[in-house]
């Protein structure tokens, strides 16, 4: 199997497992949100452990030790994903799996806005009148909602915040994982022992099968974010950009057709505006990226000189 194969079965591996990943959220009930996040951070640090100390990967810590902007980047990158996390688990227990599923729909939008404001990017026409499409589907949702979307926000802007800081950092997958939940560690596990203090804990008092997929959080973060890294070291930036949408669409069909969640006119057409608003933004980008191809292969004449 060639690079390019490999790449795109570690890719759909990776984002089947994010976008089914709301059904096991759903069977960690009645752990509240954040008891679950807390476990997560936890199983995620012990699980990296083994797998970097099986790989005899674990020197990279003391080059970290003596860097310490990039230790405070780590910093926020690990408070960006923890409320990415958070915000994630808390919509999908609270029956809002069809708002979480907007939130990765129109983060490939918001990338582009943090482009332009921070990155100071300039936009092509075609970018600008995604945002404008965008921007008219939140307005159209929050009529629907009665309320801005901000669970959907919420998990836009820190996940694309989140990504601006990783590909700042450059860290291999692992690692930045490994780091990113040590930071958390620490206030995840005295979140635990507090509930634990309180007679609140699930973890060992509901049933082993409860405990064992709690156990498991770490893993099943661990496992899609290395499938990922594995696609992104063998794909083309247009091939996965096409696979990012994979997740939102099963997260979306787990939330209307598993979990009944309502699906109104209005709030569908809203979703048809992000989806208008993709389509727009993804026929530009692999336009762009097929001329700035055919750009570098096409040879640059030569003028005699005397």
């Known amino acids: 199997m060639n690079a390019v194969r490999l790449g795109y079965l570690y890719g759909f591996g990776a984002y089947l497992l994010w976008g089914f990943f709301p059904i096991y959220l759903k069977l960690l009930r009645p752990a509240g949100p954040v008891e679950i996040l807390a476990h997560r951070i936890v199983w995620s640090v012990v699980f990296v452990a083994l797998l970097l100390a099986a790989m005899r990967n674990v020197g990279f810590l003391r080059a970290l030790a003596r860097r310490p902007r ?37 983060n490939p939008l918001v990338v582009v ?98 405990t064992l997929l709690l156990v498991l959080a770490g893993a ?43 699906m109104p006119p209005a709030r569908l057409a809203g979703f048809a505006l992000v989806w208008v608003a993709l389509i727009v933004f993804t026929v530009d980008a692999v336009r762009h990226t097929r001329r700035t191809r055919a750009a570098a292969r096409t040879p640059v004449p030569v003028t005699a000189t005397r």
Not at 126 to 150: E, F, N
Not at 193 to 207: K, N
Not at 239 to 251: D, R, S
């Open 70 to 106: 990039t230790l405070a980047a780590i910093v926020v990158a690990a408070a960006l994903i923890a409320v990415n996390w958070g915000t994630y688990i808390y919509g999908v227990n609270s029956d809002r799996v069809v708002e979480t599923a907007l939130g990765y729909f129109i």
């Open 113 to 210: 806005l943090i482009g332009v404001f921070v990155l100071r990017e300039r936009l092509r026409p075609a970018q600008w009148a995604a945002l404008g499409v965008g921007a008219a589907a939140v307005v159209v949702l929050t009529v629907d909602y009665g309320r801005l979307p901000y669970l959907a926000l919420t998990l836009a802007f820190s996940f694309a915040g989140y990504g601006l800081v990783k590909k700042r950092l450059g860290l291999p997958a692992a690692e930045g994982l490994f780091v990113e939940s040590a930071v958390l560690a620490l206030p995840a596990l005295a979140y635990l022992g507090w509930l634990a203090r309180r007679g609140e804990s699930t973890f060992g008092h509901l049933s082993l099968g409860h």
């Open 220 to 262: 099943a973060t661990a496992v899609p974010l290395l499938l990922f890294a594995g696609a992104a070291n063998r794909l083309p930036l247009s091939g996965l950009g096409m696979l990012q949408y994979l997740a939102p669409i099963l997260q979306l069909g787990c939330g209307v057709l598993i979990f009944h969640e309502p």
